[in-house]
């Protein structure tokens, strides 16, 4: 019995002490280099919206606006 508990308490300690390894940490470096934002303004086109008042009410006519986001 004194053995059969004797092996036991040395297989708990073996798996133990095998399942405590911690694994290997990487350090990787990271450089950011900023980069200076870059805004392109262009101006809208010249009477994109008209607004037109007249005894039958407000009429309102615009122009498409093309806008385009560009990320960098």
């Known amino acids: 019995m004194r053995k059969l508990i004797a092996l036991l308490s040395i297989g708990v300690l073996l798996v133990s002490t095998s399942c405590n ?5 990487e350090k990787k ?3 950011v280099v900023p ?11 010249e009477k994109a919206t008209t607004v037109t008042l007249d005894k039958n009410g407000v009429k309102v006519t615009t122009k498409k606006v093309d806008v385009n986001l560009k990320k960098q």
């Open 21 to 25: 390894n911690e694994p290997a940490v």
């Open 35 to 45: 980069a200076p934002p870059k805004v392109v303004v262009q101006d809208p086109p």
């Open 29 to 31: 470096e990271v450089i």
